[in-house]
Each structure stands twice: as C-alpha cells, then as structure tokens.
C-alpha cells in the first residue's frame, strides 16, 4: 500500500529554469508534509515542509503547494541550480511527526 | 552546523550475528528515530525514542530490533540476530520536539550487509 507516491523516478531540467517535482498521498490523516534532498552518501537532509492548514509555503527559491482535495503537493525550485542535482523525497506525516511515511523520490539532474 | 553522526559507515555482519549500529544524535535533541532503506526501496520509518522509551514503532521493528540510549549523547539500534533481508542503509534522525512541524535532522547512514 503505497500511501505516498511520486510517480516520476527521475526528471531532467536546465539550468535556470523551474523545476517541478510532485506527489500524492492516499492516506487523509496525514497533517504536515515534507521535502528532504538527498546527496549520494548522505542522509535526507530538510527542505521544506507545509502544514495541511496551508495550500502554500516559500522558502527562497523553494515553493511547496498543496492540493488536499487533490492529495496532492509540488515542489518548485526556481530558477534550478546545477547544486540542486540531487534525489527529492516527499514525506508525510499524522499525529507522530517524526513518523514520517516516505515516497519512492524523485532524481532531479540540473544541467549548467 | 551540528550534525548527526554515525558509527560505522559500513557494517558487514554473518547472518545471525549480533549488530549494534550507533548514532549521536544532535546534543540538544530530545526525539530519535531510526529508518532504513532497502536499496531501490523507500526509506522506511522503524521506531521513534522520546524520554527513554520508545514512543512508537513500525510492523518491521520486531522482537529482534532494540533500540537504548546508553548514556547522554549515544543512541544505538541492535539486531539480535541479522537475517539477509536486514541489508540496509540505516539511517538515525533527530529532532527537538516531536511537534507536528518539527523537522528531522538525519546522519550518513550506517550500509548493513548480511551475508
């Protein structure tokens, strides 16, 4: 039972422009949302994150929307940097945050 | 910046063997967790510890998984007796409080193989 999900394994974008990463969750409890970058040979590290009371949150170059009639979320990141090449995870999240359910992610390439 | 840190990077066990994999966690940090990931899988939530007990766990933290907070800074995962399917990246996270918005730092990741 995939609860979250992130349908696309990789995706590709030029330097400069938006990229857009998405997710869908099935599970209605869930409350906070979260994106985690992961580098080869590191932990996820936090990006950013939106409470289920929101539709968005911006954070720089970051920007989280969430869709609850949807289940659904996108990040953006704009304009995407070489830096950012990098796996993308969604995270969700019900009454114990640190229980976090995470999807498959989402390899993000930046090309200069 | 703190960071989470871990101990060994790579751990290579015989099946049924013993394993502790060791994590210090954030100095000022009160909630510790553990996830794995199962390489092509999801990362996977295994257990959250809060005030020395653990305060929740998933369906894969069986019998065979402890986890113990020894002393002031170290918090371990053990697996009594590693089966195959225990290889793993094992990552320890840590937080300040376990609000609904607290994020989670994580470490490295410890790359259990059972062999």
């Known amino acids: 039972d995939q609860q979250v999900k992130q349908n696309s394994p990789s995706l590709s974008v030029q330097e400069g422009r938006i990229s857009i990463l998405n997710c869908d969750y099935t599970n209605s409890m869930f409350d906070y949302f979260l994106w985690y970058k992961k580098y080869p040979a590191e932990g996820p590290t936090f990006l950013i994150s939106?409470?289920?009371?929101?539709d968005k949150n911006e954070d720089g170059r970051f920007t989280v929307f969430l869709n609850k009639s949807a289940k659904h979320l996108s990040l953006h990141i704009v304009p995407s940097q070489p830096g950012d090449s990098a796996v993308y995870f969604c995270a969700a999240s019900g009454a114990n945050a640190g229980k976090s359910t995470f999807g498959d992610g989402t390899t993000l390439t930046v090309k200069p | 910046e703190p960071e989470v840190t871990q101990t060994p990077s790579h751990q290579v066990t015989q099946m049924g063997q013993e394993v502790i994999l060791r994590c210090v966690p954030i100095?000022?940090?009160?909630?510790f967790y553990w996830y794995r990931q199962i390489l092509g899988q999801k990362v996977e939530f295994l257990v959250s510890?809060?005030?020395?007990?653990?305060?929740?766990k998933s369906e894969i933290f069986d019998d065979q998984f402890s986890v113990e907070r020894p002393d002031g800074s170290n918090f371990t995962l053990k697996i009594r007796s590693t089966k195959l399917e225990d290889s793993a990246m094992y990552f320890c996270?840590?937080?300040?409080?376990?609000?609904?918005?607290?994020?989670?730092?994580f470490g490295s990741g410890t790359q259990l193989s059972v062999l």
């Open positions: 510890f809060y005030n020395n007990e653990i305060s929740e």
């Open positions: 100095s000022n940090h009160l909630y």
């Open positions: 996270a840590s937080s300040t409080r376990g609000g609904l918005s607290e994020k989670l730092f």
């Open positions: 939106i409470s289920s009371i929101k």
